[in-house]
């Protein structure tokens, strides 16, 4: 089941980022670390309504962040479609013991379908280009990947933006 995030789910929510984080360090890929994704980044998720966790016998087992918001490293990016009325995937995450077996998935025709029900223009998310499980990932399910951006708390690589437009 996926339902919004309360916040009583944080703690539960950051040990799924945690294990991803490490999961993906141990696999040489530092696209996330112990100061991101952070508390403060889901209570306001949770706060704007943006947050959501996947269920599975009452167990988080995965989250996503769906937001209209554009991070500040997204504006000069030569989207596909015009920059209004498109939604934004962030903070994607499956513990790493329910990986490969369709949750992420389930995670983004959550997304998707949701982002056609109201109308949105495109999809818009970035990926570590040092994580290529992911970029597959996104690639096989039709977005197209465009532009680099950089975080430069988070990494020296570039990240790359991709959009589905809809």
Not at 42 to 52: A, N, S, T, V, W
Not at 102 to 127: C, H, N, P, Q, V
Request: proline share 4%.
């Amino acid at each position: 089941m996926i339902r919004k995030a309360l916040d009583k789910d944080i703690e539960a929510i950051l040990s799924i980022t945690q294990s991803c984080a490490k999961q993906l360090i141990e696999l040489g890929i530092f696209q996330w670390s112990e100061a991101y994704p952070d508390k403060l980044s889901f209570e306001k998720d949770i706060e704007r309504g943006e947050l959501y966790v996947l269920e599975l016998d009452y167990k988080i087992i995965g989250c996503v962040t769906i937001t209209t918001l554009v991070d500040e490293a997204y504006k000069p990016v030569k989207w596909l479609t015009r920059n209004d009325n498109n939604i934004y995937i962030h903070r994607l995450a499956v513990l790493p013991e329910f990986q490969r077996r369709g949750y992420a998935r389930k995670l983004m025709d959550f997304a998707e379908d949701r982002a056609r029900t109201e109308k949105k223009r495109s999809i818009r998310l970035d990926t570590f280009s040092q994580n290529l499980r992911n970029q597959r990932f996104y690639e096989q399910r039709g977005y197209k990947r465009l532009e680099k951006v950089y975080f430069p708390n988070q990494s020296e690589h570039p990240f790359y933006c991709y959009e589905l437009p809809l």
